[in-house]
């Protein structure tokens, strides 16, 4: 569904992305792990087009996504940080989405109902908190049912109620065979959603492998302790 | 395209400034007519109102404006939406709000106090600056990404083509006084906005008499309709240039 091919990107002297060749098909749920600053948000922020690479190409569902913008249609994301126009509302975001968006495909408003949105409809975003944020970030990113969802670090900043819903949700939408791309630093939150895992050091791909790969080759039950594993021995291969 | 001008107008409005530059133009040039006893002097005021006060606050609201638009356009930029048409639709929306708040508070006084042709001379030319200088703050906003640079670098701007470029003109005309300039002269004039746009006025407001030798030269040139035509395409040409660079500075700007 989505194929990096050959993709650098450099900010000045630093090289966020060094020939990064990723392919991600339907079904999957991604877990991007990797040290800060490695070079996880500039990857999705490729796929988005918010970031120009340098050089190579990403192909959607066959099609370059260069100079094309409706692929965009397909994919929900929900960023690190929320950064909303500070004097719009949270109905107002919602209606304006919407009329962007036009999509006549029903809507999933699962996650504004569950987070209980509607009831802070009049609240202008910058009085809203970190976590109240994310929450709309996240509801945006679920609400026009897209084949393919983007979540940069979804639970930080979630309570521990809000997050239990969002990781329901996530398991609900990867069932339907969506294509998922998660980061996080919380590797205990991705036991039970992720099926494969990109390792990304210092803008190079370390391994992608598939979480049962993984487990097998490091002897470990948890995500947490096979990276460990994996960055303790350098690779897995050593140890056992 | 429409829906995204619609949301950054409703923004400008919503946020008073504009409300407030349309009362404050409006109250100059209602007073420029009523205190100056003949219409000729209120016109001449207006002409300096235009000339200053609308390219600055054009320049300086749209540059802030683009500065806080950051959270507006990564918003849109994850959503199937063409880059292009997010900073055409900023650039849209800021001129029609700008272009309304100076027709409203400009064009009601002058066509009530000037001669017709004068007043819609005035009025073209005014609404050429204003769109001239949201032009120059999309460049503005591309070159820098931080703001406080990119405010002062607008400021700078307009100091430049308000203030600065009239002293490099004299100077120009002082030291080579004694050497045919007056088509360097022109060319010259062409290359500032602001100076284009005066000389336009004056040719249309029987002052450039005061203008002295320059001034018939400058009625030479520009007071025939072919001259008239080649200003108004500089004048043109003032928008599409900078905007055109800034356009393609956000293409491949990352977020």
């Given at each position: 569904?989505?194929?990096i ?11 966020a992305?060094k ?17 800060n ?18 050089s ?11 100079n ?49 949105l ?5 609240k ?11 929450k ?22 979630l ?10 949700k996530?398991i ?5 065979g ?53 960055l ?9 | 395209?429409n829906r ?5 107008i409703?923004?400008i ?16 040039c ?5 205190l ?5 002097k ?21 540059t ?7 959270e ?15 900073w055409?639709s ?17 064009g ?8 017709l ?29 931080d ?14 083509f ?19 300039i007056?088509?360097?002269l022109i060319?010259?004039?062409s ?32 007071g ?17 240039v900078p ?11 990352d977020?």
């Amino acid at each position: 569904m989505i194929e990096i091919k050959d993709i650098s990107k450099n900010f000045g002297k630093l090289w966020a992305l060094k020939n990064v060749n990723l392919s991600c098909n339907k079904g999957e749920c991604i877990a991007l792990i990797g040290p800060n600053g490695c070079g996880k948000t500039t990857l999705i922020k490729s796929i988005l087009g918010m970031v120009v690479p340098t050089s190579g190409k990403i192909f959607f569902n066959g099609e370059d996504i260069a100079n094309n913008f409706l692929y965009r249609n397909n994919i929900g994301y929900m960023p690190q940080i929320g950064r909303y126009p500070e004097n719009m509302t949270i109905g107002h975001i919602v209606k304006m989405i919407k009329q962007i968006r036009n999509s006549d495909k029903a809507l999933d408003e699962d996650l504004l109902n569950e987070f209980d949105l509607p009831s802070l409809y009049e609240k202008r975003m910058r009085t809203l908190s970190g976590g109240t944020t994310q929450k709309v970030s996240a509801t945006l990113a679920f609400l026009f049912n897209p084949d393919v969802l983007i979540l940069d670090e979804p639970t930080a900043g979630l309570d521990p109620l809000a997050s239990e819903i969002l990781k329901e949700k996530i398991i609900k939408e990867k069932e339907k065979g969506k294509l998922i791309l998660i980061t996080s630093h919380l590797l205990s939150e991705l036991d039970d959603l992720v099926t494969e895992i990109i390792f990304i050091q210092e803008g190079n791909v370390e391994f992608h492998k598939t979480k049962g790969m993984l487990m097998e080759h490091t002897g470990e039950h948890k995500i947490a302790k096979a990276i460990a594993n994996v960055l303790k021995g350098g690779a897995g291969e050593q140890n056992n | 395209m429409n829906r995204i001008i619609k949301y950054v107008i409703l923004d400008i409005v919503k946020n008073k400034m504009v409300i407030a530059y349309t009362i404050l133009l409006a109250i100059l040039c209602f007073s420029a007519f009523s205190l100056e006893d003949s219409s000729t002097k209120g016109v001449l005021t207006v002409q300096s109102i235009i000339l200053l006060t609308v390219p600055l606050v054009s320049i300086i609201f749209a540059t802030i404006y683009l500065y806080n638009s950051n959270e507006f356009i990564e918003l849109l930029l994850s959503q199937p939406v063409q880059r292009r048409k997010i900073w055409v639709s900023l650039f849209i929306g800021l001129a029609m709000s700008l272009l309304a708040a100076f027709l409203l508070a400009a064009g009601v006084p002058l066509f009530l106090y000037a001669p017709l042709n004068l007043a819609l001379v005035m009025i073209m030319i005014g609404s050429l600056i204003t769109v001239i200088f949201v032009a120059l703050a999309c460049l503005c906003a591309m070159l820098t990404r931080d703001k406080a640079k990119g405010i002062g670098l607008a400021i700078l701007i307009w100091l430049f083509f308000a203030l600065l470029f009239d002293g490099l003109l004299l100077f120009f005309l002082v030291q080579f006084s004694d050497y045919p300039i007056e088509k360097p002269l022109i060319f010259m004039a062409s290359l500032s906005p602001i100076d284009l746009s005066r000389i336009l006025m004056q040719l249309h407001m029987d002052v450039s008499a005061m203008m002295g030798y320059t001034g018939a030269i400058f009625k030479n040139f520009f007071g025939n309709v072919t001259g008239f035509v080649i200003a108004l395409l500089l004048l043109i040409l003032w928008i599409v240039v900078p905007f055109w660079i800034s356009l393609r500075k956000f293409i491949r700007k990352d977020l």
